[in-house]
C-alpha cells in the first residue's frame, strides 16, 4: 500500500470516527488530506471504496490491539478479560468520551442501508464474541459447560459494552462505561462460580 494511499485513509478515518459516514464529504477529506480530486480518485474509485477501505483499517488496529494482544495472549483468561476492559476504557478515556465506538457507530448507520458494510461489521461482532467464549471456556475448564452458554454469555457481554459505549458517548462521561465494566465482571464472576460449584458436586 502507498503511503499516499495510507494517509489519505488515516486522514479519513478520523473524520469518520467523529462524523460518520455520511457527513463525512469527500470535500472534508480532500481538505483535511491537503490533496486535490484527481489524486483522491486515482487511489479510490469511490467514498464507499475508501469507507470499505477505514474499516479494514479499523478493524486491523483493533484486531491486534485486542484480540491478538489481550484475548489471544497465554495469559490467566481472568487477567485477559480484564486487561480488554482496561483497554477499552483507556481508548475512550484518551477519546475524551466523544466518539464512541467506530464499530458500533457504523453498525448503527450504515447496517440498514449497505449490505457489504453490514457483513463486514457482523465478522467484527462476531470475532469478538466468539475470542471471548474461548475466554470464559477456559475460565471454567475443565467443568463441562455447553457451548452455548459460555456463547450467550460472550455475546451478552459485547452487547454491554457497545450498549455502554453508546450512553457513554451521549452523556461524554468514561464513568459511565467504567460502571459498566463493573456490572459485566460482577456478571462473568457469577457465571463462573455458579458453574464451578456445579461441577464440584
Not at 23 to 36: F, R
Not at 173 to 188: G, R, W, Y
Request: with cysteine; proline share 1%.
Amino acid at each position: 500500500m502507498s503511503n499516499k494511499r495510507q494517509q489519505i485513509i488515516e486522514v479519513a478515518a478520523a473524520l469518520m470516527h467523529s462524523k460518520g459516514y455520511e457527513n463525512t464529504k469527500i470535500s472534508d477529506i480532500l481538505d483535511a488530506a491537503q490533496l486535490g480530486k484527481g489524486q483522491f480518485y486515482h487511489y479510490f474509485s469511490s467514498k464507499h471504496e475508501l469507507g470499505l477501505a477505514i474499516l479494514d483499517h479499523f478493524f486491523a488496529n483493533w484486531n491486534r490491539r485486542l484480540m491478538e494482544n489481550v484475548l489471544s495472549s497465554q495469559q490467566d483468561p481472568k487477567i485477559k478479560f480484564d486487561a480488554m476492559f482496561e483497554s477499552i476504557i483507556e481508548l475512550h478515556r484518551n477519546n475524551q468520551a466523544k466518539c464512541g465506538c467506530v464499530f458500533g457507530n457504523l453498525a448503527i448507520e450504515m447496517s440498514e442501508h449497505d449490505e457489504i458494510f453490514r457483513k463486514k461489521l457482523e465478522a467484527v461482532f462476531d470475532i469478538w464474541t466468539e475470542k471471548l467464549k474461548q475466554v470464559f471456556d477456559n475460565m471454567i475448564s475443565p467443568v463441562q459447560v455447553e457451548s452455548s452458554e459460555t456463547g450467550k454469555l460472550a455475546q451478552g457481554i459485547v452487547a454491554m459494552i457497545e450498549g455502554g459505549i453508546l450512553l457513554m458517548k451521549n452523556k461524554q462521561d468514561i464513568s459511565t462505561l467504567v460502571n459498566v465494566a463493573e456490572q459485566a465482571k460482577i456478571l462473568v464472576d457469577c457465571f463462573v462460580q455458579r458453574h464451578t460449584l456445579l461441577g464440584v458436586r
